[in-house]
């Protein structure tokens, strides 16, 4: 399973590494990483780009949010699931995901368990392509 993860904070990287590191060896998952939602939307746009069948985005970015990246992806018909990310459970927050079509929505610190058990439900399923 190909995984976009979408924010700004650049430790996020080495933490996802660290976190799935057995995972992403065996092949199972690999991730690629945006730390903007303007970047997610381009390295998506690419032709060559290899299919994301999830796409785990922060809510709280400099520039274009989370809600406006998940909005855009839906109106394009993405076939990629996304699931919101957020420091800040704001029940506002909450239902606009809701209502934009998020599949999930996780809070900060991320509960790794909590992680694998939604990516192991969001990969049973069909695994569409970008």
Do not use: C, W
Request: charged content about 25%.
């Amino acid at each position: 399973m190909k995984i976009l993860v979408v924010d700004d904070e650049e430790d996020v990287v080495s933490l996802f590494q660290q976190r799935f590191r057995r995972e992403t060896r065996s092949g199972e998952l690999s991730f690629l990483f945006a730390h903007s939602a303007q970047d997610a939307l381009e390295l998506l746009g690419l032709p060559q780009q290899p299919s994301v069948v999830l796409i785990l985005s922060d809510i709280n970015m400099p520039g274009m949010s989370g809600l406006e990246l998940l909005r855009v992806l839906k109106e394009r018909q993405s076939p990629s699931r996304v699931v919101m990310v957020t420091a800040y459970d704001n029940p506002e927050h909450k239902q606009t995901a809701a209502r934009y079509g998020a599949d999930g929505y996780l809070t900060k610190p991320l509960d790794f368990a909590e992680l694998r058990a939604e990516l192991a439900r969001l990969g049973s399923a069909a695994e569409p392509t970008v």
